[in-house]
Protein backbone atom coordinates (compact mmCIF):
# COMPACT_ATOMS: atom_id res chain seq x y z
CA UNK A 1 0.00 0.00 0.00
CA UNK A 2 1.24 3.28 -1.14
CA UNK A 3 1.79 5.65 1.93
CA UNK A 4 -0.05 8.94 1.51
CA UNK A 5 3.58 10.79 0.90
CA UNK A 6 4.13 8.97 -2.20
CA UNK A 7 0.76 9.64 -3.24
CA UNK A 8 0.89 13.23 -3.20
CA UNK A 9 4.47 13.25 -4.67
CA UNK A 10 3.38 11.31 -7.92
CA UNK A 11 0.21 13.38 -8.02
CA UNK A 12 3.06 16.53 -8.43
CA UNK A 13 5.07 14.71 -10.86
CA UNK A 14 1.95 14.21 -12.85
CA UNK A 15 1.12 17.83 -13.00
CA UNK A 16 4.45 19.07 -13.12
CA UNK A 17 4.23 19.67 -17.04
CA UNK A 18 1.08 21.47 -16.95
CA UNK A 19 3.30 24.49 -15.09
CA UNK A 20 5.85 24.31 -17.88
CA UNK A 21 4.22 25.58 -20.61
CA UNK A 22 5.89 28.82 -21.12
CA UNK A 23 9.84 28.64 -21.70
CA UNK A 24 11.65 31.59 -20.15
CA UNK A 25 15.16 32.05 -21.64
CA UNK A 26 17.83 34.30 -20.77
CA UNK A 27 16.49 36.77 -18.46
CA UNK A 28 18.37 39.96 -16.59
CA UNK A 29 17.52 42.82 -14.78
CA UNK A 30 19.46 46.10 -15.56
CA UNK A 31 21.94 47.24 -12.84
CA UNK A 32 20.84 50.23 -11.08
CA UNK A 33 23.10 53.22 -9.59
CA UNK A 34 23.00 54.57 -6.25
CA UNK A 35 19.29 56.56 -5.88
CA UNK A 36 17.62 54.54 -9.06
CA UNK A 37 14.40 53.11 -7.64
CA UNK A 38 13.53 51.61 -10.72
CA UNK A 39 14.64 49.29 -13.56
CA UNK A 40 14.11 46.92 -16.50
CA UNK A 41 13.36 43.38 -16.17
CA UNK A 42 13.87 41.88 -20.01
CA UNK A 43 13.79 37.68 -21.00
CA UNK A 44 12.34 35.85 -24.48
CA UNK A 45 9.37 33.72 -23.77
CA UNK A 46 7.49 30.75 -25.31
CA UNK A 47 4.47 29.34 -24.70
CA UNK A 48 3.43 25.82 -25.63
CA UNK A 49 -0.23 27.03 -25.62
CA UNK A 50 -1.96 30.02 -26.28
CA UNK A 51 -1.43 32.33 -22.89
CA UNK A 52 -1.19 35.66 -21.55
CA UNK A 53 1.23 37.45 -19.36
CA UNK A 54 -1.21 38.92 -16.46
CA UNK A 55 1.08 40.17 -13.65
CA UNK A 56 4.64 40.10 -12.14
CA UNK A 57 6.35 40.85 -8.74
CA UNK A 58 8.77 40.45 -6.89
CA UNK A 59 10.05 40.65 -3.68
CA UNK A 60 12.92 43.51 -4.06
CA UNK A 61 10.37 46.05 -5.75
CA UNK A 62 7.52 47.31 -3.92
CA UNK A 63 5.46 47.29 -7.61
CA UNK A 64 5.73 45.06 -10.81
CA UNK A 65 4.55 46.44 -13.83
CA UNK A 66 4.41 45.01 -17.62
CA UNK A 67 5.37 48.35 -20.09
CA UNK A 68 5.25 49.03 -23.62
CA UNK A 69 7.17 51.15 -25.31
CA UNK A 70 5.96 53.28 -28.21
CA UNK A 71 7.16 56.26 -30.47
CA UNK A 72 4.83 58.86 -29.93
CA UNK A 73 5.23 61.89 -31.04
CA UNK A 74 9.02 60.94 -32.23
CA UNK A 75 9.69 60.60 -28.27
CA UNK A 76 10.27 57.30 -26.90
CA UNK A 77 7.64 56.72 -23.89
CA UNK A 78 6.91 53.49 -22.28
CA UNK A 79 3.51 53.09 -20.66
CA UNK A 80 1.88 50.15 -18.54
CA UNK A 81 -0.08 47.64 -20.12
CA UNK A 82 -2.57 45.03 -18.38
CA UNK A 83 -1.20 42.00 -20.08
CA UNK A 84 0.95 40.49 -22.75
CA UNK A 85 -0.64 37.82 -25.03
CA UNK A 86 1.43 35.10 -26.22
CA UNK A 87 0.78 32.97 -28.93
CA UNK A 88 1.53 29.46 -29.25
CA UNK A 89 5.37 28.59 -30.49
CA UNK A 90 5.72 32.03 -31.19
CA UNK A 91 8.65 33.33 -29.24
CA UNK A 92 8.07 37.06 -27.54
CA UNK A 93 11.08 39.12 -26.38
CA UNK A 94 11.10 41.72 -24.03
CA UNK A 95 13.76 43.36 -24.37
CA UNK A 96 15.27 47.43 -24.35
CA UNK A 97 13.46 49.83 -26.32
CA UNK A 98 10.08 47.10 -26.68
CA UNK A 99 8.47 45.17 -23.92
CA UNK A 100 9.52 44.86 -20.87
CA UNK A 101 8.89 44.47 -16.94
CA UNK A 102 9.50 47.40 -14.60
CA UNK A 103 10.93 46.85 -11.63
CA UNK A 104 9.51 50.24 -9.41
CA UNK A 105 9.81 51.24 -5.70
CA UNK A 106 12.87 49.30 -5.55
CA UNK A 107 13.74 47.84 -2.18
CA UNK A 108 17.53 47.10 -2.57
CA UNK A 109 20.12 48.33 -5.49
CA UNK A 110 20.65 45.85 -8.47
CA UNK A 111 23.92 44.90 -8.85
CA UNK A 112 25.94 43.17 -11.10
CA UNK A 113 26.50 39.61 -10.29
CA UNK A 114 23.37 39.52 -8.07
CA UNK A 115 20.37 37.54 -8.76
CA UNK A 116 16.93 38.51 -8.52
CA UNK A 117 13.96 36.42 -8.05
CA UNK A 118 10.43 37.08 -10.16
CA UNK A 119 7.53 35.70 -10.22
CA UNK A 120 5.75 35.55 -13.67
CA UNK A 121 2.15 35.02 -13.91
CA UNK A 122 0.43 33.76 -16.47
CA UNK A 123 -3.85 33.23 -17.48
CA UNK A 124 -4.41 30.37 -20.41
CA UNK A 125 -7.73 29.81 -21.10
CA UNK A 126 -10.58 29.39 -18.79
CA UNK A 127 -8.79 31.77 -16.40
CA UNK A 128 -6.58 29.42 -15.45
CA UNK A 129 -3.28 30.95 -13.53
CA UNK A 130 0.30 29.34 -13.16
CA UNK A 131 2.91 31.02 -11.41
CA UNK A 132 6.45 30.59 -12.65
CA UNK A 133 8.97 31.48 -10.76
CA UNK A 134 12.44 33.17 -12.53
CA UNK A 135 15.99 33.79 -11.20
CA UNK A 136 17.36 36.67 -12.93
CA UNK A 137 20.93 37.77 -13.17
CA UNK A 138 21.46 41.31 -12.81
CA UNK A 139 23.47 43.08 -15.51
CA UNK A 140 25.81 46.25 -16.12
CA UNK A 141 23.91 49.29 -16.24
CA UNK A 142 26.49 50.25 -18.69
CA UNK A 143 25.97 48.01 -22.29
CA UNK A 144 29.12 45.97 -22.74
CA UNK A 145 29.80 43.98 -26.36
CA UNK A 146 26.88 41.38 -26.82
CA UNK A 147 24.76 42.86 -24.80
CA UNK A 148 22.38 44.97 -26.36
CA UNK A 149 21.17 47.27 -23.46
CA UNK A 150 21.28 50.81 -24.05
CA UNK A 151 20.48 52.80 -21.06
CA UNK A 152 19.58 55.88 -23.08
CA UNK A 153 16.42 53.86 -24.44
CA UNK A 154 15.08 53.56 -20.94
CA UNK A 155 14.29 56.46 -19.20
CA UNK A 156 11.81 55.92 -16.94
CA UNK A 157 9.55 59.83 -16.69
CA UNK A 158 6.65 58.86 -14.59
CU1 LIG B 1 9.25 50.80 -18.07
Redesign the pocket.
Known amino acids: MKSPILAIAAALCLAAPAFAQVKITDPWVRGTVAGQT?T?AFMKLEAAEETRLVEARSPVAGTV?I?E?TMIDNVMR?R?VPGLGLTAGKPLELKPGGY???LMNLKQAMKQGDTVPITLVFEGKGSQRQSIDVKVPVRALTAGPGNPARPTD?Q?KH
Open positions: AGEHMMAHLMHH
